[in-house]
């Protein structure tokens, strides 16, 4: 069921990345079709088609997934094994045949982002033969492969061949930050909470010893290092630097740790996370904090807290962004490039992981992380714990109060003692959103975190079912070496028992729909529409036994 662990970092890095881009092909144009990816059931031979040129790749297939994630031991094209750089003109000419109106421009920055993940990615195979997973910061520093229905998981536009060690999260790197005093009447930060960023003591001796008398007149700005060397090429920042505006600090104070979201950075001595911006391209979006992006963070947080989301659920909690700071520039593009989140940490560091790292098997390793974390208690009850800590308690945030979470794998954490899951905790809340059909009246519903019925209900049943269980269902199955339906199975009956009990209309909706929908990151990432993309209907694995008694529902 895994790759051969005799093989290198490069021929991993190949046999992922074929993996990604088949499955995202077989779950945009066509997995469904008989005509498309065909399996002998005997001996588990596999043949995937490619109409628009007329070509096939065969092989043979380790595991089924019936939601799509389907894991491949060999790949051949014409006799002779598979290589992405072979596959990736398969590809492109079929998402031409799909999408009329296409430049060279769409096919070289696709295939551009295809060839910098792979060779990200071998580098970080390499260097995780090496790596121990332990707690929170080593399962940050451990997603590996990334999304898996991503046509370019790990493609990052910005660092230099030396800085990918030195900044990747997969490579265990730490650094100290760099800083910038911003003078206070240019200094911007917003606060919903006491819990504000307090400096270690020897941040503050460096700034007092840089500044001087001048320290009272100016505010402090962390900053990547990679983006402080950034803004010095910028000729507005100059001026300001000129102006005295800002003063470049440099780098000096408590290590911080990246995390899998790179931009983000764990700093222990500080027991927060810091949302940091950072100019560059990573997976498919640029990854700087904008004004928008904060001000829904922030309206979010302060909507949660007023509406005592989770309240009576205690093994369910929200790590929260609990202020902002930034430059109150004219150009608001150049003030986003200095803005900063804030996020507290108050989980037990020692025993907390991010979802979609122990997910995924380790290079060399024939399990998922999971797998070793759950040690020999029974998976039925550790999926059945798992559920009513975080299905159960979304799915009745969304029903009562209208509150919707994205909470996919990489925006979720869990605290697992003994074997079984006690805490989940869901972070990044940008991505919230409000049926605003059941919000609270006292708020101004016209803003961005407030949606339709339909679209607040499309977004969560994407982010945590399709993408969150999807994927972590393929792994335990995979794990145990059954079929995923199984575990879909023992989703149904918590929902079902929950609709008798609550008759909640989201849980009879998540039951009864026919399809979902997820996104289309292959077609939208080539048609560079990373940021509003296209979607796709996925076949809901919930659905078989209501279908003829309940609402038929379709929402894509």
């Not at 093989?7 to 092909?25: Q, V």
């Not at 999408?99 to 696709?110: I, R, V």
């Not at 941040?203 to 007092?208: N, P, R």
């Not at 509150?403 to 940008?430: C, V, W, Y």
Request: net charge neutral.
């Amino acid at each position: 069921m895994t790759v051969d662990s005799r093989m290198n970092s490069k021929e991993k890095a190949n046999h992922h990345t074929c993996k990604t881009l088949l499955n995202c092909y077989l779950r945009e144009h066509g997995g469904w079709n008989g005509h498309i990816f065909m399996i002998d059931q005997r001996t588990k031979n596999y043949r995937i088609h490619f109409p628009a040129c007329n070509a096939s790749i065969y092989g043979e297939l380790a595991y089924y997934s019936a939601m799509g994630e389907h894991e491949f031991s060999s790949y051949f094209v014409q006799g002779e094994r598979l290589h992405y750089t072979v596959l990736l003109p398969l590809i492109i000419r079929e998402l031409q045949e799909t999408y009329a109106t296409l430049s060279h421009e769409n096919k070289e920055g696709f295939t551009h982002k295809v060839n910098n993940s792979y060779h990200k990615l071998s580098i970080f195979i390499e260097q995780a033969d090496k790596l121990q997973f332990m707690d929170y910061i080593t399962s940050e520093q451990s997603l590996i492969y990334g999304h898996p229905l991503h046509p370019f998981p790990k493609n990052t536009a910005g660092f230099r061949e030396d800085e990918i060690k030195r900044f990747s999260p997969e490579c265990r790197s730490s650094f100290q930050l760099c800083y910038v005093a911003v003078r206070s009447d240019v200094f911007l930060e917003e606060w919903l909470s006491k819990e504000r960023i307090s400096w270690p003591s020897d941040v503050e001796e460096q700034v007092k010893r840089k500044l001087g008398k001048q320290q009272r007149r100016y505010r402090l700005l962390p900053m990547h290092p990679w983006q402080y060397q950034h803004l010095q090429s910028i000729e507005a920042v100059q001026d300001y630097v000129q102006e005295e505006r800002l003063i470049l600090l440099g780098r000096f104070g408590p290590l911080a740790y990246p995390t899998s979201s790179v931009r983000t950075v764990y700093v222990p001595e500080m027991k927060c996370n810091l949302k940091l911006s950072l100019n560059m391209q990573i997976t498919n979006m640029r990854r700087n904090n904008t004004n928008v992006q904060m001000r829904r963070t922030l309206d979010a947080v302060r909507y949660l807290w007023q509406q005592n989301c989770f309240h009576n659920e205690p093994s369910t909690s929200i790590s929260c962004e609990t202020g902002t700071c930034t430059c109150d520039f004219a150009d608001e593009r150049l003030s986003e490039l200095f803005t900063v989140a804030y996020r507290p940490i108050h989980f037990d560091t020692s025993s907390t992981y991010v979802l979609s790292s122990i997910v995924e098997v380790a290079p060399g390793s024939r399990f998922s992380r999971l797998q070793t974390l759950i040690g020999k208690t029974p998976v039925d009850k550790w999926f059945q714990r798992y559920l009513q800590i975080s299905l159960l308690p979304i799915v009745r945030e969304a029903g009562m109060q209208g509150i919707h979470f994205e909470a996919h794998l990489q925006n979720s954490l869990l605290t697992i003692k003994n074997g079984m899951p006690e805490m989940f905790i869901i972070r990044d809340l940008e991505g919230v959103s409000i049926d605003v059909e059941k919000a609270d009246k006292g708020f101004e519903t016209s803003g961005p975190l407030f949606y339709a019925t339909n679209d607040a209900w499309r977004r969560t049943s994407y982010y945590f079912i399709v993408n969150h269980l999807g994927s972590l269902i393929h792994a335990i199955a995979r794990d145990a070496g059954i079929e995923e339906e199984y575990f879909w199975n023992i989703v149904a009956k918590a929902l079902e028992n929950e609709l008798r009990e609550t008759n909640n209309a989201f849980v009879l909706y998540l039951l009864s729909a026919k399809t979902f929908a997820a996104k289309k990151n292959m077609g939208s990432c080539f048609l560079g529409k990373g940021e509003t993309p296209d979607f796709v209907p996925v076949r809901n694995l919930m659905r078989r036994k209501w279908g003829e008694t309940h609402a038929d529902t379709t929402l894509v």
